[in-house]
């Protein structure tokens, strides 16, 4: 079961990253939110996992969230 919700949230991020790709305006609140979990996991994961990793996860999760909330309000490319 947990592969089964693993595969879903890569899925539903790759889904939010392609939509970051072609600016979609509603893509921004689920990157935010989705990436914005790594946050704690990066802080919890120093008890636990090497310090370089655990700071890995937390300078992503803490980058992807500034820079998807920096982004400013997202305009749909026009149709060709």
Do not use: C, D
């Not at 079961?1 to 305006?25: D, N, Q």
């Not at 990066?42 to 992807?64: C, K």
């Amino acid at each position: 079961m947990s592969v089964v919700t693993i595969v879903v949230f890569v899925l539903g991020l790759a889904y939010t990253a392609k939509g970051l790709w072609a600016r979609h305006p509603r893509a921004q609140a689920p990157a935010i939110a989705a990436n914005f979990l790594l946050v704690p996991l990066g802080i919890a994961m120093f008890q636990f996992a090497p310090w370089w990793l655990a700071a890995l996860v937390l300078a992503v999760g803490a980058t992807t969230v500034a820079a998807a909330f920096l982004m400013g309000r997202l305009e749909a490319r026009p149709a060709p």
